[in-house]
Nanobody, 111 residues
Framework: QVHLVESGGGLVQPGGSLRLSCAAL????????MGWYRQAPGKQRELVAT???????NYADSIQGRFIISRDNAANTVYLQMDSLKPEDTGVYYC?????WGQGIQVTVSS
């Protein structure tokens, strides 16, 4: 059974950087799309970025130019490099691979 293991979250000051990782374990099929979503307190979960197996990417307007999504197909792992972080980037970040969700990881941007 597939499960996702997320890492790399934490507390960072505004303007700082974090790199999230998500490894899909127990995979015996092709993972077509991997992505990151986030949910801020009191708000709905929203798309951050997705990447296909052929490395086509899609980003939310709010993080364009600041975040970069990448993936390692051989390792079934997706990454999210987050730079120039803002307090409004705070939330729980969820990894998704095809239709499987990770448990989420906290990102807090605060001085």
């Amino acid at each position: 059974q597939v499960h996702l293991v997320e890492s790399g979250g934490g507390l960072v000051q505004p303007g700082g950087s974090l790199r999230l990782s998500c490894a899909a374990l127990g995979v015996d099929f092709a993972i077509l799309v991997m992505g990151w979503y986030r949910q801020a307190p009191g708000k709905q979960r929203e798309l951050v970025a997705t990447i296909t197996r052929s490395k086509d990417t899609n980003y939310a307007d709010s993080i364009q130019g600041r975040f970069i999504i990448s993936r390692d197909n051989a390792a079934n792992t997706v990454y999210l490099q987050m730079d120039s972080l803002k307090p409004e980037d705070t939330g729980v970040y969820y990894c998704k691979a095809n239709s499987v969700w990770g448990q989420g990881i906290q990102v807090t941007v605060s001085s």
